[in-house]
Structures are given as C-alpha cells and as structure tokens.
C-alpha cells in the first residue's frame, strides 16, 4: 500500500492541518497522541500498518496535529482548545456527518471534549491508554510538547535546552522502542524531533 495523498485543511484560527484519508467505509478519524509526522509514520511501518488493519472497512483519516509533522508549525497553541479546533476542522474536511474516533494517549482530552460537545457528529469512539484531563502526567506531557513545539533547532543540541544527545542518533525509521531506559528516552526525543523536522534522514 503506498502513502496516500496528503491534504491540507484550515482551522477556524488558521492554522494548516496536514491528514489523509485511505480506504473506504464509515469514516473513521485517528487523532495522533502526542506527536506524529504522517510521511515518516507510514514509512516507519507504524501508519501503514494501521491502513492495513483498518482500511478495508473504514475510511481511516489521520492527521498531523499543529505543531508537529507536516502541519502548521507557526501555530503552535498546544492547548486542548487548539486541538479540539484541529479535530473539527479535519473532521469537517471529510464532509462525513457522522465519525467514529480512535484514540489514544495525549488526543484523549481533544477527543471527549469534541465528542461532549458534538454527540450528534460521534458514531462512536475506541479509547485506550488515554487520560481525560489533567494530573500530574497530563501536565508534564503538555510541557514536553510545549518544548518540542517551541525548540529551535539548535536548541535541541545544546546545554541551554537541557537535552544532550552524542550521535550517533538511533534512526526511528528501523527501530521499534526500547524497552526501558536511557535508550527509550532518546528514542522518544528522536521522535519528537523528527515530528518538527529538526532531523534530516
């Protein structure tokens, strides 16, 4: 399966929303958690392997949330808000009436404040290993989206951004996460990196 075309939608405070759409059925829309980039996922295996899964009987809709991939990274209000603004105007790009939602990890708040919200527009929705608001974890993860959103590019390699990383760097595209430790950390800042472009493959 090759990487279907990628599109762009607009938010209702202008903001660029890069998704896709791939297969065909009810219209499912597939939030990302906490960071993505839509081209390096599919060739990573990760989002190719979801269309798999999904595509024979749903329309599967993915997106790059702002801040991160190949959406608009000027606008990064990496608040619930903002998020919810970006699942409205995707879902809204599918002319859909009607969606399901899957969702996991950082989109669970976006995803229950749309659906409470929008009752009518949700068919259902599949989620798990999400928080719906606040805590300790859902602020630090907040935070450490906020620092990936708003890094500079040489920040990332500097001692003002606290992140030091002696290359070479783990490549994300031929790795599955380690398991635990120091390893998965950079993998994890790895990602986060190449979902705001600071790293060349």
Known sequence: M????????ETSDG???????????PTLINPPG??????????????RQVAEELADRYTLVR???RGTGLSD????????????????AVIEATGSERVGIRASSGAGPAVLLYAA??????????LYGRFAAGGPFAKRLQMVRFRICECPTAGWLTRRSGVRI?????SIESERPPATGASRRVWGICLGMRARHVLSD
């Open 2 to 9: 090759d990487l279907p075309a990628i599109r762009f939608t």
């Open 15 to 25: 903001a660029s929303i890069a998704y896709y759409a791939v297969g065909s059925g």
């Open 34 to 47: 906490w960071v993505s980039h839509l081209q390096n996922d599919w060739e990573n295996g990760n989002g």
């Open 63 to 65: 997106y790059d949330k």
């Open 73 to 88: 990274r000027s606008n990064i209000d990496v608040s619930t808000e903002a998020q919810v603004r970006d699942l409205e």
């Open 117 to 126: 919200r929008n009752p009518e527009q949700v068919l259902c929705l599949a």
């Open 166 to 170: 002696p290359p070479p760097l783990p």
